[in-house]
T-cell receptor, first 112, second 113 residues
Framework: GQQVMQIPQYQHVQEGEDFTTYCNSS?????IQWYKQRPGGHPVFLIQ?????EVKKQKRLTFQFGEAKKNSSLHITATQTTDVGTYFC????????????FGTGTRLLVSP | NAGVTQTPKFQVLKTGQSMTLQCAQD?????MSWYRQDPGMGLRLIHY???????DQGEVPNGYNVSRSTTEDFPLRLLSAAPSQTSVYFC????????????FGPGTRLTVT
């Protein structure tokens, strides 16, 4: 079945450093979504990318969707302690329900 | 709006017991789904529904049943709990069209001994 791998599994940075997580799908995706989950919380939607090569920014967060629509990345510039959490990508299938296959997540820890 | 609500927050079951995890949403979303989250494995889809009376299996449906009698409610039933079902369970809902953002409930942490 379809798999979505995410690396790294874990990253510990000092506040102010940059952070990037990468997502790779075994199959071509119709879209990709990114979610953030704070410790003890539930996933919260960040963004959806649909077009090949698409780049979107949200303040310090930059999201990219690969040209082949099989990979994606999330880059955080100048991390803050509020960025702590686990970041998940989720690959969307072009079906009526838009099933999502979640990546394994990258846990980010930011030290002040 | 309360969004997506789930009960209970925590539950401990003995092997073989059955129980129902409750999920409700007040956003009039057509699509609802259940996921389980295990360490290092992300979220995996158990069952989903595209509307009242319509359900289908996801990636890991064995040992679970669902029904959708109303738009608002989507309960998940564990028929005979097993230790392998120890996990955190999330219910989610979304509209049938764009945007495809999923709204997650707060989760139920289930331990089966």
């Amino acid at each position: 079945g379809q798999q979505v791998m995410q690396i790294p599994q874990y990253q510990h940075v000092q506040e102010g450093e940059d952070f990037t997580t990468y997502c790779n799908s075994s199959t071509t995706l119709s879209n990709i979504q990114w979610y953030k989950q704070r410790p003890g919380g539930h996933p919260v939607f960040l963004i959806q990318l649909v077009k090949s090569g698409e780049v979107k920014k949200q303040k310090r967060l930059t999201f990219q969707f690969g040209e082949a629509k099989k990979n994606s990345s999330l880059h955080i510039t100048a991390t803050q302690t509020t960025d702590v959490g686990t970041y998940f990508c989720a690959g969307g299938m072009n079906t009526g329900f838009q099933k999502l296959v979640f990546g394994t997540g990258t846990r980010l820890l930011v030290s002040p | 709006n309360a969004g997506v609500t789930q009960t209970p927050k925590f539950q401990v079951l003995k092997t073989g017991q059955s129980m129902t995890l409750q999920c409700a949403q007040d956003m009039n979303h057509e699509y609802m789904s259940w996921y389980r989250q295990d360490p290092g494995m992300g979220l995996r889809l158990i069952h989903y529904s595209v509307g009242a009376g319509i359900t289908d299996q996801g990636e890991v449906p064995n040992g679970y049943n669902v029904s959708r009698s109303t738009t608002e409610d989507f309960p998940l039933r564990l028929l005979s709990a097993a230790p392998s079902q120890t996990s955190v369970y999330f219910c989610a809902s979304k509209t049938s069209g764009a945007p495809y953002e999923q709204y997650f409930g707060p989760g139920t942490r289930l331990t089966v001994t």
